[in-house]
Nanobody, 129 residues
Framework: VQLVESGGGLEQPGGSLRLSCAGF???????????VGWFRQAPGKGREAIAS????????YYAESVEDRFTISRDSAESTVLLQMNNLKPEDTAIYYC????????????????????WGQGTQVTVSS
């Protein structure tokens, strides 16, 4: 299972970017069957959970630092998970990773990296004027 992120790049403060996460296992597979989270890692810092969408409930979770600016959603037609990022700030500069896990019983600690079995290689987002 491989996850591939796309959509990163250089954007000015106040601008927008949309990241996409697609899944591959020999061929494309349905990310609709997985809970998917977005994490980011800024230079010199640890990896931070910023958003996640549960598979079984469809519930969405956000870190406080992004909840009024970022939106996570599924594009079922493309079997991808999107992260729409608006009003970008320089502190959003980081490598952004998507991660996925199959549906499991019990509490879903969306912020916990250990909840996710599959990870992408990351895409760079740079916010600078």
């Amino acid at each position: 299972v491989q996850l591939v992120e796309s959509g990163g790049g250089l954007e000015q403060p106040g601008g927008s970017l949309r990241l996409s996460c697609a899944g591959f296992k020999f061929d494309r597979f349905e990310l609709d069957d997985y809970a998917v989270g977005w994490f980011r890692q800024a230079p010199g810092k640890g990896r931070e959970a910023i958003a996640s969408i549960d598979k079984s409930t469809g519930r969405k979770y956000y870190a406080e630092s992004v909840e009024d600016r970022f939106t996570i959603s599924r594009d079922s037609a493309e079997s991808t998970v999107l992260l729409q990022m608006n009003n970008l700030k320089p502190e959003d500069t980081a490598i952004y990773y998507c991660a996925a896990r199959t549906s499991m019983p019990g509490q879903f600690n969306w912020w916990d990296e250990g909840e996710y079995a599959y990870w992408g290689q990351g895409t760079q987002v740079t916010v600078s004027s």
